[in-house]
Each structure stands twice: as structure tokens, then as C-alpha cells.
């Protein structure tokens, strides 16, 4: 059986978890803010958060900004259900919007059309960890009828005095923008490190801050560390200290920091991602993609251009002029070669939950159109060549059975 994306657990990561739990330091401590100071190197920029999740990174970053009832925050339909949750949570409102057909991004020119005064954020998602035209969408949010639009309602929102550009990032740890890694672009970028992601902490995320002057990212850092530990001015690791114990509440802080054991498998994935785990990677979507060049049968996914490179996180094959039940049929027939797949995502307007919220499939023809048509491919490091030959060989016998039929 060939899975989809099991994560890569060797002996290096099994030892060096081993190592902390010996350590007597198992929660948030001096791994975490190793792995935040490599991540920070890593990005290209000089404060990065570690959290639980990419959830918690989304949703505090709102929080913070102070998103709440009445607010708007715009997101592609298209995406997995975290980036339209958060919003929920805050009282605010998702304000969906379709995608591009060649890349999957957030369209700019629907954005712009969905823009209001009660516009806070734009979450774009760097889908499969294709990192999205940042440079354009800072052209929008700068443009002035776009900025007279914008009503700040609190100290931050002021200070910013624009729509916030919040990156989902969850994929596109490594990914390039003008030679640049694309996370160090928009206003806050947040990677996930969840087990089917590039770079796994088995659970956990972490929040890039890149916003511009006047605003000091450090200190929004240090405030950050508080609200997501109860708000408490001190933690685990200071109260610790000999006779260090009072304590005080300064905020009704929330509780989503990041463990050291997390830590401690992130920093050796970290240090071996560039040179490894994304050439694996790069090697494995590139040997697709020369294997389903078929423009008649297949679209490929953009994976480079001159400015711009993903961080191969997906293989989002799409299959041309087929419909849903037969994109479902071809999987089956994949599943029954005993090889994974997936489909990414189940646009929101198509989940019970935001079907309730009457938001309908039928206003977003691209995201279904892509949906229909999408079948993702296994992609993980212990991929051999072999199995990538079987894949594909799968793949092209299934798509004949179907479309033939
Ligand atoms: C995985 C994922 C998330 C959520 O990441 P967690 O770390 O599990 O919270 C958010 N957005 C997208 C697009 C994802 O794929």
C-alpha cells in the first residue's frame, strides 16, 4: 500500500524526542525558543511565535487585532476549514471569495470586489505552498480608495491604518517570492506543523510577525508569549527560577503555546528541510509532473515561475473535462491499486456548516471547477521512484477507465 503523507519519524527524531523527555524540561522552555529563533533565521525575519497549531496562530493574530462582531474578513472559498473557523470564532464574518483557475491562489480582482468599510483582514492561502502574489495584494490593500474604505476601531487597527494581509501559510514553509522566503512578505505569515504538513511537530504551528513600522515586532512578540499562556507575565520556565513564584494575570490570555518535546522535532526537521526534505520533495512533484505530461488529459500544478516557487508541500493534479462523480470514480479505482489519494479541499460552501450559513457553492464556479477535477497525489519523503512510476501508471490506467467508459 502507498499512503498519502505519513510523516518521516527516524531514529534522529525518535532519539532527540527521547532526549527531552530525560531533559525534566517537557512544556514550553528552551527548545521552543530555539526552534523560534531558528525559524525566525530560517524566514528572513526577526520574531516568530511557536503555538500548538496554525489554528491558534490565525486565530490570535485576529484577536490581537481585536476582529470581532460587525468585522469582515476576506478568505478563499477554497481551503481547508481552519482559515474560515477562526473567523467564526471571533463573531466576525468570512467573507468568501473564488480562487484562479491555474493556481488555486485567492483572486485579486473578486477580493476587490469584496471589499467593504467593515473589510479587517484578507487571509490568502498558499495553496499546495504555491505562495500567493503578496506584491499585488500590498498594491490592493495601499490602493487609496481601498484604504479610504478602512475604518480602524481600535489603537492597532490605527496604527496599521490598512486591511491586515494575515497569510495563511500552513503549506508554504520554504517557499520562495523574489528570492525571498514568501513567509517574511505579508503583514503576519502562519506555518502549520501538523503531521501531514512539510515539517511536522506531530502537532503545532507558528506565527511570523514581518509588520511594518511604527509597529515593534518584538514587542508584540513578547505580548504574544503572555496571551497565549493564560495571559500569566511569567511562565513555567521563570516561575522555576529559586524564589521566583508570584505570579500575575494581566490579560484573560488564552493556552496554546507549544511543548518542548514539539519543539524538539521541529528543530530536527529544520535543520535538514532545505537540503533535504525539499529537494525530496522538489524531486518527487518534478518527476510527476514529467510523467502526466499530457496537456490533453492532465493540468499540472504551477510549481515555479521567474519570481516565484512552492514549497511542494501538494501534487494537485487536475484531470481536464471530467465531472465530480467521475473524478470520484477514478479515485476509487486508484484506492483499489491499493495507492492513497486525496482530494484538497472540500470547498466551505460545500460543508453542512457553512451550507447553514447560506453560503453557496454555486457562487464560487472556479472553486468547484477545481474541486471537481482535483486529485492529490501521495507526496512524502520516503517516496521511492518506483512507487512514483506505480502512482502514475495508476493514475493514467484509471482516468482511461473512466472517461472511456
Ligand atoms: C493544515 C491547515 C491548517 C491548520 O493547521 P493546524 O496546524 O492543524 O491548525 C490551516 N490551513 C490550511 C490551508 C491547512 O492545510
Known amino acids: 500500500m502507498i499512503p498519502f503523507s505519513p510523516p518521516r519519524i527516524d531514529q534522529k527524531i525518535i532519539d532527540e524526542v527521547v532526549q527531552v ?10 527548545r521552543t525558543k530555539m526552534f523560534e529563533k531558528k525559524l525566525a533565521q530560517y ?40 482559515t474560515a473557523n477562526v473567523v467564526m470564532h471571533t463573531g466576525a464574518t468570512p467573507i468568501l471569495v473564488d480562487v484562479n483557475d491555474d493556481d488555486f491562489c485567492i483572486n485579486l480582482n473578486r477580493i476587490r470586489s469584496a471589499i467593504t468599510e467593515r473589510t479587517k483582514v484578507i487571509m490568502p492561502v498558499d495553496f499546495a505552498g504555491w505562495p500567493c502574489d503578496y506584491k499585488a495584494l500590498y498594491a490592493l490593500v495601499n490602493e487609496k480608495e481601498v484604504k479610504l474604505k478602512f475604518i480602524p476601531a481600535n489603537d492597532i487597527q490605527h496604527k496599521l491604518n490598512r486591511i491586515m494581509i494575515l497569510a495563511d501559510a500552513a503549506h508554504s514553509l520554504g ?13 503576519v505569515a502562519v506555518y502549520s506543523f501538523h503531521a501531514v504538513k512539510n515539517l511536522t511537530t506531530a502537532e503545532g504551528g507558528a506565527v511570523v510577525l514581518n509588520l511594518p513600522a511604527p509597529f515593534d515586532n518584538a514587542a ?21 527560577q529559586k524564589g521566583n513564584w508570584r505570579y500575575d494575570i494581566v490579560e484573560a490570555g488564552y493556552k496554546c503555546n507549544m511543548t518542548d518535546i514539539n519543539a524538539a522535532m521541529g528543530l530536527i526537521e529544520l535543520e535538514r528541510y532545505d537540503d533535504d526534505t525539499l529537494v525530496k520533495r522538489k524531486h518527487i512533484c518534478n518527476l510527476y509532473s514529467q510523467l502526466l505530461n499530457d496537456d490533453n488529459v492532465f493540468q499540472l500544478p504551477v510549481m515555479k515561475s521567474d519570481t516565484r516557487e512552492t514549497s511542494y508541500h501538494l501534487y494537485p493534479l487536475r484531470v481536464r473535462n471530467i465531472t465530480e462523480q467521475q473524478r470520484d470514480d477514478i479515485m476509487k479505482h486508484i484506492f483499489d491499486d491499493d495507492i492513497t489519494v486525496n482530494v484538497h479541499f472540500i470547498p466551505l460552501p460545500m460543508l453542512s456548516y457553512y451550507r ?13 471547477n477545481n474541486y471537481s477535477r482535483e486529485i492529490s497525489l501521495p507526496v512524502f519523503y520516503d517516496l521511492t521512484d518506483e512507487q512514483i512510476h506505480q502512482v502514475v501508471t495508476s493514475v493514467k490506467k484509471a482516468v482511461k477507465k473512466v472517461v472511456e467508459l
Open 21 to 30: 523527555l530525560k531533559s525534566g524540561w517537557i512544556t514550553t522552555g528552551p
Open 43 to 82: 524566514s528572513g525575519v526577526s520574531n516568530v511565535l511557536c503555538l500548538n497549531s496554525a489554528t491558534a496562530g490565525l486565530e490570535i493574530i485576529l484577536r490581537w487585532l481585536g476582529v470581532g462582531e460587525g468585522d469582515e474578513v476576506i478568505l478563499p472559498a477554497y481551503t481547508y476549514s481552519a
Open 175 to 187: 517557499a520562495i517570492t523574489d528570492g525571498v522566503k514568501s513567509a517574511s512578505i505579508p503583514d
Open 356 to 368: 447553514k450559513k447560506n453560503y453557496s457553492i454555486s457562487d464560487y464556479p472556479v472553486t468547484y
Open 220 to 240: 508584540i512578540y513578547n505580548f504574544l508569549c503572555v496571551y497565549t499562556l493564560h495571559g500569566q507575565n511569567k511562565d513555567a520556565l521563570a516561575k522555576m
